[in-house]
């Protein structure tokens, strides 16, 4: 646990209904369902929640004030895209991204300011770990995505937590969160999908959590030599103990684990990158999802073009394992994925939150 984790624990969507109940003590039980109403249906920050009286009002918002302050908005894809840039009230920058789909909308959100896991190819992982988020910072990056889907005329269906940090290492908040959206902001398990780098006992743990939740692995690389290269953490969970974790997942939850596999061209995609990405999914049960590598600034390789991650889709297909192509959302905007820095063009006032290194580049294998 971070020794900043209580610092925020004053949002007004941190308290559970429990903890509500018993803060309302004394109040006529309707004024707990009027503020309830207010937090999770109309998204309402409590100073705004006008069936409350004006005194009980002003005293909740003096103890509970939101835990994001808006730097920035940005909008791309024709309005599909939005990304957020939030400060905390102890200083750090998080990242939230909203995407539209045919009336349904999916957000992004971070888990955690920063992120320890140094994937050398993710602008988060380049700029290192801050603190984790409460479950109040979660949730009001849900609730500021569904106040904005219904102001658009959608309706938030989908939350990944695929933003910023490593959903696994903050654990418990992460749980505790993923309860919360499905409970009290109507989220269903099903809808929700956790992304982890492999942390294989929280892995195992989550899977016996009794939750319907989807889990994604990024996996990236099929063999340990190179997956060590990309994601560090792999020398510590390796790919073989992995694939145990993702068979025990389907097996307590149901649900298979999808690969998620950025394409980095000339890295890992391969035909011999392929052959054994499809060995691992059907050992592990599990659906592999590709994405093009987002370009970040402090890694020199780019994604593969599109025609490759097509072939490639369908060697891994033709070897049995199930494949589907992710579109990309947001580059523009730095909104796409493993783009998200806490920082944003024109609001960085001063302090540089990527930090550069000299890039580990992993082998090209050029033949
Ligand atoms: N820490 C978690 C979730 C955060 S990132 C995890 O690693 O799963 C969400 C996804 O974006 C992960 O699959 C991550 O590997 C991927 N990603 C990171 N940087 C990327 C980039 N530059 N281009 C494409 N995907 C990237």
Redesign the pocket.
Known sequence: MSEHDDVSGSSPWTPSHDEWTALLDGEPKYRLDQLWRGLYQEQLEPEQISTLPKSLRHRIAEQFTPSLTLSARQAADNGKTIKWLWTLPDGPRIETVLMHYDRRSTVCVSSQAG?A?A?G?????QAGYERHLSVGEILEQVVAAQRQATEDDSRLSNVV???????MANYDKVVESVRRLITDVGIGARKITV???GLAPQMRRLADEGLQVGL???L?AANDDLRTEL?PVNKRHPIDELIDCCRHYKQSTGRRVSL?W?MIDGVNDRDSDADELAIVARRAHAHVNL??????PG?PTV?TPPDRIAAFARRLTDRGANATVRANRGTDIDA????LAGAAAGTNTGQQAVTLRPPRRPDKHST
Not at 161 to 167: S, V, W, Y
Not at 336 to 339: D, K, L, N, P, V
Request: net charge negative; hydrophobic share 40%; with cysteine.
């Open positions: 992120c896991m994937c190819f993710c602008a988060t992982g937590f695929m933003g910023m940090g490593e959903p992304s982890t780098v994604a692995l990024s990236h994601v998620e950025a994405i093009p590598l987002n370009p970040t890694w994604g796409a994925c493993g783009q």
